[in-house]
């Protein structure tokens, strides 16, 4: 069975967005997006681990992992004129589970695993009886990992500090 060919010069569409009706933000949006944060920053191994629990999963590769290029964007003080930083290789894959849901993931780097993992987590976590609960178990941990380590890499940083004063010469 092949899905649609999806054109990679057709601007973005959220999932739930129609012809007729212009997506909205709400709550399932944002804790799509915090879940998207977290698995693209999640190791590969860690998402595998939390998966073994749920099980094979029935789906389809609408777009096999693929590997390219993006400009990453800037601008001076936040608020200048935007300019080209450089470009950046991101890997991405889409997946519509048995259910008819779809999934997306995007990683930085060359990992097609990652990518297809994120993607199918993606997809999963939309579904209504039991998205949630995956959140709960799968996404929360994984955050919870992250925080941890980024706090140990701020601790050991901040070990290093040094912290410098001027003297004024003259009259003081």
């Given amino acids: 069975m092949s899905g649609p060919i999806l054109s990679t ?13 212009p997506a909205r ?3 399932n949006d944002a804790s799509r997006r915090a879940a998207l944060a977290v698995l693209t920053q999640a190791r590969v191994d860690e998402i595998e681990q939390g998966l073994e629990a749920v099980g094979p999963i029935d789906h389809v590769e609408l777009r096999p992992a693929e590997t390219g290029l993006v ?5 001076i003080g936040g608020t200048g004129a935007p300019f080209n ?14 259910a008819g849901t779809i999934g997306h993931g995007y990683v930085a780097g060359r990992n097609g695993e990652h990518a297809r993992l994120a993607a199918l987590l993606d997809a999963m976590l939309q579904h209504p009886d039991h998205g949630l609960a995956l959140f ?3 996404i929360v941990p994984l955050e919870m990992r ?14 290093t500090k ?4 001027t003297m004024v010469r003259g009259d003081v």
Wanted: charged share 35%; net charge positive; hydrophobic share 30%.
């Fill in 85 to 98: 930083v450089g470009e950046m290789t991101v890997t991405r894959c889409s997946i519509r589970l048995a």
């Fill in 136 to 138: 709960d178990r799968i």
């Fill in 162 to 165: 040094v912290d410098f004063f």
């Fill in 9 to 21: 010069t057709e601007p973005a569409r959220h999932v739930t967005e129609t012809q007729e009706s």
């Fill in 71 to 75: 400009m990453l964007r800037g601008r």
């Fill in 25 to 27: 933000e709400s709550n």
């Fill in 146 to 159: 992250q925080d941890a380590r980024r706090r140990d890499r701020s601790a050991k940083s901040a070990a």
